[in-house]
């Protein structure tokens, strides 16, 4: 992590459109982030509370609630904002967590026809097939597999162990009841914005393409299969399992261990509760859980289409 000025903190804050207040009188330069009760002079942390205990604090930069309005000790530089969380969090992203060299690893493999974008890392022993577009500031950790016809969009993290765009599971019986494999011929398309943890599979299509739509959180070890749709801004929490031809809708979030049955839909702002097993569609807005899943609850804050 680079050291940094507080006074560039507030030049991030002014172009993302963030609104603040503070009492900083002069500029000073900063080495890191720390936990509330760790920071010192030259770090940040965040509080949520609006009435700290800011005899426990030591002197550094305090992302706080716009509610804190007096005790602030003078040793502290108090950034006052409505969400300090999510300012935090931005904060995380753009000063303290690229430490990959951009370009590729000497010992990554990259196929026919590929296009690179700039400011790409690729890491160690990462395999990349043909006719695979990855976008710009993109993170591909090492030991991630990448077959054929994969696009990548832009600013995505795919991370270690992850296979993108292995076959799906598709049989056909004949007559005697032998086994012959559907080919899977379609691929991979990302958006933008997207992670992926590691060791997590997600299946190419069988003739169309599996797609994961901007913004989507994917956790590790998690299964996506062939021909789903993953809408906008969803999160899918470690161990799932969404099977084939699943259509999940912007909003949505997949507890850890959930299990989707193949060809439904799970609509916008849904919420699937932890190991819960799905078997019929889930309305917009519903939360549902179990074994078969029911209908716990309507989600708060339902966004309509």
């Keep these: 992590m680079r050291y ?56 550094g930069v305090i ?8 005790g602030i000790p003078e040793s502290v530089v108090a950034i006052r904002v409505d969400n300090p969380r999510y300012v935090f969090v931005r904060l995380l992203g753009e000063f303290a967590t690229r430490n990959e060299s951009d370009g590729v690893a000497e010992t990554a493999v ?8 700039s400011r790409i890392s690729i890491g160690h022993y990462a395999v990349l097939g043909d006719n695979i577009r990855i976008g710009n500031n993109t993170i591909i950790k090492a030991h991630v597999t990448i077959y054929d016809n994969t696009v990548i969009g832009e600013n995505c993290i795919i991370h270690s162990g ?12 004949n007559e005697n009841g032998q086994l012959f494999k559907f080919p ?12 992926i943890g590691a060791n997590t599979c997600i299946d190419r299509g069988t003739l169309g393409n599996t797609v994961i739509k901007d913004g989507v959180k994917i956790d590790n070890l998690c299964h996506i299969a062939h021909n789903v749709i993953v809408g906008e801004n969803t999160t899918i929490i470690a161990l799932s399992m969404i099977a084939g031809s699943t259509i999940i809708e912007s ?27 799905v078997l019929t569609n889930v309305a917009a807005g519903d939360t549902v ?7 716990l609850s309507k989600r708060t804050g339902t966004k309509e289409s």
């Design 4 to 59: 940094f000025k507080l006074s560039e903190i507030f030049s991030f804050l002014n172009r993302e459109g963030i609104c603040y207040e503070t009492n900083a009188q002069v500029d000073c330069c900063l080495y890191g982030f720390q936990s509330l009760y760790e920071v010192g002079p030259g770090t940040v942390s965040w509080i949520k509370s609006s009435k700290p205990d800011w005899s426990q604090i030591a002197a």
């Design 63 to 70: 992302i706080c609630s716009k509610d804190v309005s007096s």
């Design 110 to 117: 990259i196929g026919n026809n590929c296009w690179l974008g």
């Design 162 to 173: 992850s296979v993108i765009g292995a076959d799906g599971f598709g049989y056909e019986r």
């Design 184 to 195: 899977h011929i379609g691929g991979v398309v990302i958006g933008d914005n997207v992670e």
């Design 251 to 277: 909003d949505s979030y997949i507890a850890p261990g959930s299990m989707i049955k193949q060809g439904l839909v799970i609509g916008r702002n849904a919420c699937v509760g932890m190991g819960a097993v």
């Design 289 to 295: 859980v179990g074994v078969p899943a029911r209908t």
